[in-house]
């Protein structure tokens, strides 16, 4: 008998993140093949997380969680961002 050790709830919390997370990525993907306008996509993405709180909060709390959420997820994405190539001027 294998005996696996239960998650605690921050364990739990993260696996239920990284699974939404893999299907947010998935719907991503479908949305890159329907449409190559990367702002019609950014645009639509924001309008599922509006209507995700719909009629629970008001916009600007809506606004302010995202805002919160950039706010976390820049370092990040700035530490791994690819350099810009550097210009040679002759």
């Not at 993907?29 to 997380?49: F, N, Q, R, Y």
Request: glycine residues 4%.
């Amino acid at each position: 008998m294998i005996l696996r050790k239960m998650p605690t709830p921050i364990e739990q919390n993260f696996n239920d993140y990284k699974k939404a997370e893999k299907k947010a990525l998935e719907i991503l993907a479908e949305m890159k093949a329907s449409s190559p306008k990367k702002g019609d996509i950014e645009l639509a993405l924001l309008v599922a997380i509006f209507e995700l709180h719909k009629g629970e909060l008001p916009a600007e709390t809506i606004g302010a969680i995202v805002q919160g959420h950039l706010k976390q997820l820049l370092p990040h994405y700035a530490s791994n961002a690819p350099r810009p190539a550097k210009t040679v001027v002759s």
